[in-house]
C-alpha cells in the first residue's frame, strides 16, 4: 500500500513536501511518481524518479519548481513543491511502477489534496 500525506492549503508561493510512505511493498524496486488531478481535469504525471534516483522526469509546468526525491532505505518518496500556484491545486498521487521509461503507474495510493489560494 502507497500512503500520500503532506498536502494543505497554502498562498500562492508557497511551499508544500508531500510524502510516500509504503507498507508491505519495497519501494527501491521500483520507479516512483507522483500524478495529480484537479477539478474537471484528466488525471496527469507530475514527477517520476528512477529506482535509485539516478533519472527524474518533470513535467513542463513544474520544472525548476518542483522537486522529487526518494530515501530507499526509509521507503519514503517526496516532492518538493515550491512557489506554488493556484493552477499547481489537485489532488496529488504517489504511484509505482516497474518502469520508469513508460511509467504510467501499477500500483496506487490515496492522495492527498493541494490547495494553492491566490
Known amino acids: 500500500q502507497l500512503q500520500a500525506c503532506g498536502g494543505g492549503l497554502v498562498q500562492a508561493g508557497g511551499s508544500l513536501r508531500l510524502s510516500c510512505a509504503a507498507s508491505g511493498r519495497t519501494l527501491s524496486r521500483y520507479a516512483m511518481g507522483w500524478f495529480r488531478q484537479a477539478p474537471g481535469k484528466e488525471r496527469e504525471l507530475v514527477a517520476v524518479?528512477?529506482?535509485?534516483?539516478?533519472?527524474?522526469y518533470y513535467i513542463d509546468s513544474v520544472k525548476g519548481h518542483f522537486t522529487i526525491s526518494r530515501d530507499n532505505a526509509k521507503n519514503m518518496v517526496y516532492l518538493q513543491m515550491n512557489s506554488l500556484k493556484p493552477e499547481d491545486t489537485a489532488v496529488y498521487y504517489c504511484?509505482?511502477?516497474?518502469?520508469?521509461?513508460?511509467?504510467?503507474?501499477?500500483?496506487w495510493g490515496q492522495g492527498t489534496q493541494v490547495t494553492v489560494s491566490s
Open positions: 524518479i528512477g529506482w535509485n534516483g539516478g533519472s527524474t
Open positions: 504511484a509505482a511502477d516497474t518502469k520508469y521509461y513508460g511509467f504510467v503507474g501499477a500500483y
